[in-house]
């Protein structure tokens, strides 16, 4: 991984299992099963993202398989019973797909996995054409980064800009992916931004302080 990964285009999957609209059931099963993967995504036409069948979707066929539910759980568990009884990947897909953008942020595709409860998204263009997807997988090769990698990054990036002519040179050392920064500064109100900037570095675990005239750790 070259340089500080920040959008999705640099840790999707570019190599993508998808299905169609009238992909069968137990082909649907098999893909998922041979690939290792939690979702696929429905195209149609030239490629556009209509909808993702995932795990969830296949299982209310094994989860009502001899059950007869009351009227309660029928009018609760309305969808489910639909999907009990899909035969294809358009009757079962969930649509429309919860998708992000390949110059997305790293960030916002967290922020969408979390909100909408989902282990992958499929990456597309402005025209909603796929792309590659992106799985919580991905999202964690962040942290994959070198101690080494970091440190240049936050020298580079954060220290140089924001501590250009210290009393003395400050310090940056990082250990499994912890960034402690040392030395003296001359304004110890930039501590909180010196912390926010060090933890939008991509890969970073924590930061601390060990600054003179500044607090031993970042401020609560």
């Keep these: 991984m070259n340089g500080s990964p920040h959008t999705v285009s640099d840790v999707m999957t570019h190599t993508v299992v998808a299905i169609g609209r009238d992909a069968p059931f137990k082909d649907i099963v098999r893909l998922i099963a041979q690939w290792k993967v939690s979702a696929l995504p429905v195209l149609e036409g ?10 969830a979707d296949l299982l209310p066929k094994e989860e009502f398989r001899d059950s007869d539910p009351d009227r309660f759980v029928q009018r609760r568990r309305l969808p489910d019973l639909a999907k009990a009884g899909a035969l294809t990947a358009g009757e079962l897909m969930s649509t429309p797909a919860v998708t992000v953008h390949a110059d ?10 979390a909100q909408r409860r989902v282990k992958r998204l499929p990456v597309v263009n402005a025209e909603g054409l796929l792309e590659g997807v992106i799985s919580r997988v991905d999202l964690l090769k962040v942290f994959l980064r070198t101690d080494e990698e970091l440190a240049r990054e936050v020298r580079g990036e954060v220290v140089a800009p924001l501590f250009p002519a210290p009393l003395e040179a400050v310090g940056v050392e990082v250990s499994d992916g912890v960034v402690t920064l040392t030395g003296r500064i001359r304004d110890t109100s930039l501590v909180p931004v010196a912390a926010r900037a060090v933890r939008a570095v991509e890969g970073v675990v924590d930061v601390k302080f060990q600054l003179t005239g500044g607090p031993s750790s970042e401020p609560a």
């Design 104 to 113: 997305a942020p790293l960030a916002e595709a967290a922020r969408i996995m």
């Design 46 to 55: 030239e490629g556009r993202v209509v909808g993702v069948v995932s795990e």
